[in-house]
């Protein structure tokens, strides 16, 4: 039995690593207008850049798939980590396109690495806890994004070169946290030749929950990359308002993630997530239907209360499926764990691509549009709910 105090500093270290990957993840994002600005790329370029970015991050999530089963998972952290703090500069002092595209892959992979990673590490101290600890894991991340947000206004009259400068100091210093290596530290850690076992895990299960996966970031990608836009065509909002647009949703996923914890243990995830889902839905009709910005803004705060725990869960069922049956010794189950949700967090990007992609493709005259798609799609959720009770295996098998 871990000790409350080390288990204590084990689960801030963890969330450290959660609110990092957010902070720098927001804050690089609201950089990358004037990096296109930089070197005159046009819309259908910068598609493409974003799109390989979203290949090299995969990438890094196969690569951590890999490597973590039989390095570690705090060991493969540090790698992704590292890698960020060189990417980094080389983005922001770029000043020719190649080096911009071999800056952004490099950071594409070492944020799949930590998207990986990042939640093997949140799973696992769930595992050992036994009660529900993700969505608080996430809801650093998104305390992490907020911050950023507000990191990135402060630097909006520092070049590109030093604010990518303080950003690479976030995931150095996160380098050193102390992560967790297992739910029993003393546990030893599988043989380098003997991967993980990961072809018996039921699979079918595993697909249904990565479908609400993809469902969600399908409508957290439309509003982080659209919501500003829409707030400034359709409305022709002020400057200001524009850059804070989706504040109000990361604020709202928040205050949901915080509470997702206790509603998860108290509830059970199966009805948090339908409710959570048509809560979701009615926030983008709010969007959809919006007389103002302001009117709109609420709407993605609703959409954020409601739809705030569907990732975190999911990563939270995935690991429960891997678990199930394995019969394997703890360092090799572990390891299997591992290796299952680095390729669950395929769906993660899978949704990013479809989220941006059909929101901006179906709103090309309109964003209202676009915005109706995901209003649709988040139902979705509802009858895959199912899938992360605890008769899940009846229901879908």
């Known amino acids: 039995m871990t000790p409350p105090a080390d288990f204590t500093r084990r689960r801030v270290a963890v969330a450290g690593g959660f609110a990092t990957q957010g902070l720098v993840f927001i804050a690089l ?49 540090r790698i992704g980590f590292a890698l960020m703090v060189i990417a980094l500069p080389v983005v922001g002092f770029s000043h020719q396109l190649w080096v911009l595209a071999v800056g952004m892959a490099l950071y594409g992979g070492a944020l799949g690495m930590v998207d990986a990673t990042t939640n093997m590490q949140g799973v696992t101290l769930e595992h050992a806890a036994g009660r529900p600890i993700m969505p608080s894991f996430h809801a650093a991340w998104t305390l992490g994004g907020i911050v950023g947000t507000l990191l990135a206004l402060a630097l909006t009259h520092v070049s590109l070169g030093v604010a990518a400068l303080i950003l690479a100091l976030l995931p150095l210093g996160a380098t050193f946290l102390p992560y967790l290596r297992a739910a029993d530290p003393s546990a030893p850690r599988p043989p380098i030749d003997r991967p993980p076992v990961v072809l018996e895990v039921p699979w079918r299960r595993i697909l249904v929950v990565g479908a609400a996966l993809v469902l969600f970031y399908m409508v957290d990608t439309a509003v982080t990359t659209w919501g500003p836009t829409y707030v400034d065509r359709t409305f022709d909002a002020p400057g200001p308002l524009v850059a804070v647009a989706t504040l109000p949703y990361l604020a709202a996923s928040l205050v949901g993630r915080g509470s997702g914890d206790r509603l998860a243990a108290r509830f ?97 005259d309109s964003l209202r549009y676009g915005f109706a798609v995901p209003m649709v799609l988040i139902l979705g959720i509802v009858p895959l709910a199912r899938a992360f009770g605890r008769d899940a295996a009846a229901t879908v098998e």
Do not use: W
Not at 45 to 71: D, K, N, T, Y
Not at 275 to 295: D, E, H, Q, R, T
């Open 268 to 364: 059970g995830a199966t009805p948090l997530l339908r409710v959570g889902a048509c809560v979701g839905a009615v926030g983008l009709a709010i969007v959809v239907l919006a007389p103002s910005s302001y009117v709109a803004m609420a709407g993605f705060v609703v959409l954020g209360t409601g739809v705030a725990v569907v990732a975190p869960l999911s990563f939270s069922a995935a690991a429960s499926i891997a678990h199930e049956g394995s019969g394997l010794d703890p360092a090799a189950e572990r390891a299997r764990v591992d290796a299952v949700i680095a390729r669950f967090n395929q769906f993660n990007y899978l949704g990013a691509v479809l989220g941006s992609v059909m929101t901006g493709a179906v709103g090309k």
């Open 29 to 77: 994002s609201t950089k990358l207008p004037a990096i296109q600005d930089r070197f005159g790329i046009g819309p259908g370029e910068f598609s493409a850049l974003l799109l390989a970015l979203v290949i090299a991050a995969g990438a890094g999530s196969l690569a951590a798939e890999q490597l973590a089963p039989r390095r570690g998972s705090d060991t493969t952290l």
